[in-house]
């Protein structure tokens, strides 16, 4: 317990072995994270989360008791207007679902320029590609209003679905869901795209 | 066991919450796959899916326990030069993995013209999305060679989770993966001609 080695850029699925081999709890490293205010762990508001599920594609079939169990794993955050709780291209591991508030997803073009992409709000889920892959942030979301957002890093994740396997099962069908319906709705947006050509 | 009403169309995570209530079993119902020879059920190639392993960025860290049980939820069929392993349109479940042979992606443009997208062969996962989410197919697969394949249908996959829940971790890490890099991919592409234009 408590080794002090960091699994930042280790993507999910090498996590869950080394954790499952080691069952070690290694530290948190994410940059953006820490220049934001800390609220607390997740269970202190785990009554607001489950109360806002009606917003939340992500957590409508979660009960009561799945929700405490998940809180527990997450850290709650919040950001002042301008302030990142993402950051294109750097290596952070955790996705993070937004409480209240409303954030602007930008992405640098060719040219170097920040080309807001879209908007999302409160029950919208953010930065699952990197807390899964590993890979370097895809965008960079920031509050337009101040924004108080739930973060589950991967090290979380692996141990929700080491400790609580029925649970652990429920989020990642969630998740092999919710990367579905984006990646088709991507591939239709690509096609479009194409066919103009 | 054994009821007689479908499941078809009904995205993975109703179909866990059903099958978890219900304990039953549904009947197949997939259109492509009756058209196609059927070599038998998975476990009896459970030994050449293992050999494979190495092809398949899905299957390459299943032990050979992993893959003995996965096996025993699929089918195995043949697809002669030109049948479909799935067709674009059609409302389906099953995934599949392609063991011997090359199957080419294509997608109806605007002009309804086939258009060709790409070519895949042994080690290739094809058709998650459907098997997920339920929706219509969004491409047709054919097969340009004599090809063999392994199916797992979306009861196939439940059963997994419900039966055997390390497993069914595994499995769902692996398509949370690589639902995760297909999506980036596909961003990555779209960028690039939203930025053309």
Known sequence: MGASYSMKGVPLVQTAQIMDQNAVEPPQHNQSLRALAHLGPGHAVSQQIFEMIGHSRFFSDFTRSDIELLARGMQIYRAE???ALIREG???????????????????DRRDMQQPMTRVGPGATLGEMSMIDGEPRFATCTAVVPTTFAALSRDGMVKLILEEPSLGAKILIK???????????????????????
Chains 1, 2 share one sequence.
């Open 90 to 108: 750097e290596v952070d591991d955790y996705m993070l679902l937004i409480i209240e508030g409303q954030v602007e997803i930008v992405k640098r």
């Open 175 to 197: 998740l092999v869901t919710l990367l579905s319906a984006r990646l088709r709705q991507t591939s239709h947006n690509l096609l479009h795209y194409m066919e103009q050509r």
């Open 81 to 83: 207007v301008g302030q």
